[in-house]
């Protein structure tokens, strides 16, 4: 349920979480099962095998990003033992998700011939509009996109027509969602999200364990993510690809669309795999971007470390910002411009339909009566700071705003971008 206050929601509790009680019941039942959360490729594949009742991962280079990631979270971070179950699960997760989409394109190989026709990522920092934008176009009922109830299970074991209403992934979903709301209580002002809401490709990416998906919902595995932002990450989309068009097989619609911050350091792979691709870059100012994601990083750590150190995570979110920001800079032109367009969160917010309007003619969409009211339906249910609005700062984090303004000038001035207070 939303959590709203009547001003500002000012989290202060950075070195020393405050958790409900039902919180810490929640964390303590995860936490009986922490022994069974073994950090090696095989206990997390044989785990997997043994759930599914399959083998069959299928081909591409996965094993050795598994094996990475299980030594850094050893290694970089120190879980407590919820938060050793919940990473744990995630792997397992991926691999079980693997092993039955390779189970379904076995039984049905024309799969693989199904054409990802120009799909439309959203490509943008965090906290950017990203989100808000893909739900909005996602609201479009002939355009395609993935759930956060369909990025957790893509596959059922037993793939069969069903509605959302009985799909039995909504209510998993609903179950893992309501465990984040019970303990982050100020999730949905940070960053809305429900199981129905369109989720990041970084779940689709897990099944290739090439995602930042760790590093933004565990913690900090600087030894996997050093490998992770410098690899040629070309088989990761090559599969993520091919997790597409089994979903579009399962399920059709007549365009994607998709989004993750994370294709920002890897826009040469994603352009290799999807050449046709249209890439829609959103941009804010630098420091309100660094304010929001630190804050809302440090929060999430708290569902899975054994002792936050929060400045030590603002840092290291601080660094990550400023790393997204190289990266979109750096290559930004290695998507085509007839294929891309940029635009600002200020332009974005004054002007929705206007900026809807213009990637719709970018892609070659259809910008039909049914998509505009689907949308003005969609916005009418998702007002913004309906969940309230949280006070970011960067001071309680050891950072200054200014010295991020000076080193970030390189981002603004590439993209003209307004500056914010």
């Known amino acids: 349920m939303p959590v709203t206050t009547p001003g500002p929601i000012v989290i202060d509790d950075w070195d020393a979480p405050r958790l409900s009680a039902e919180a810490m019941r929640a964390l303590d039942e995860l936490s009986e099962s922490a022994s069974t959360a073994q950090f090696t490729p095989e206990a997390v594949l044989d785990t997997a095998m043994a759930e599914s009742g399959l083998s069959d991962f299928g081909a591409g280079p996965f094993r050795e990003p598994l094996a990475l990631l299980c030594a850094s979270l050893e290694m970089d971070i120190e879980l407590h033992p919820a938060g050793r179950v919940i990473a744990f699960g995630m792997l397992v997760r991926f691999a079980r998700n693997r092993l039955r989409v390779e189970d379904l394109i076995a039984r049905h190989p024309d799969i693989s011939d ?31 996109s993935t759930r956060f109830w369909e990025t957790l299970e893509p596959v059922l074991p037993d793939p069969q027509p069903l509605t959302q209403a009985d799909d039995p992934r909504l209510i998993r979903a609903a179950e893992v969602w309501g465990l ?52 040629d990450q070309t088989p990761a989309y090559v599969y993520f690809k091919r997790m597409l068009q089994a979903l579009q097989w399962l399920r059709r619609g007549n365009r994607w669309v998709l989004k993750t911050p994370g294709h920002l350091e890897h826009l040469k792979a994603l352009h290799t795999v999807f050449p046709d691709a249209i890439c829609v870059f959103t941009h804010r100012d630098p420091v309100t971007i660094t304010a929001s994601c630190v804050t809302m990083e440090t929060y999430l750590m708290r ?47 004054a002007d929705q339909c206007g900026t809807v309007a213009r990637i719709y003619e970018l892609a070659g969409l259809p910008y039909t009566d049914a998509a505009r009211n689907a949308m003005a339906l969609y916005n009418e249910a998702h007002s913004r700071e309906r969940y309230g609005r949280v006070k970011y700062e960067l001071g309680p984090f050891g950072i200054d705003p200014q010295e991020r303004r000076r080193a970030l000038q390189f981002y603004t001035d590439r993209f003209a971008i307004p500056l914010e207070s």
Request: include cysteine; hydrophobic fraction near 40%.
């Open 180 to 231: 984040m709301e019970t303990v982050l209580p100020y999730q949905g002002a940070l960053h809305e999200m429900s199981p129905t809401h369109v989720h990041e490709d970084i779940e689709l990416m897990g099944a290739s364990y090439a995602s930042n998906v760790f590093e933004g919902l565990v913690g900090p595995v600087q030894t996997y993510m050093d490998w992770f932002t410098t690899a």
């Open 303 to 349: 569902l899975t470390l054994a002792a936050p150190g929060y400045r030590e995570i603002g840092a290291y979110w601080s660094r990550r910002c400023e790393e997204f920001m190289r990266a979109c800079v750096n290559d930004r032109d290695v998507i085509p411009a007839e294929q891309s367009l940029d635009y600002s969160f200020q332009e974005f917010m």
């Open 114 to 144: 199904e054409v990802i026709d120009r799909p439309v990522f959203i490509v943008g920092l965090p906290r950017t509009g990203t989100s808000h934008l893909t739900n909005l176009i996602a609201a479009d009922p002939t355009v395609r």
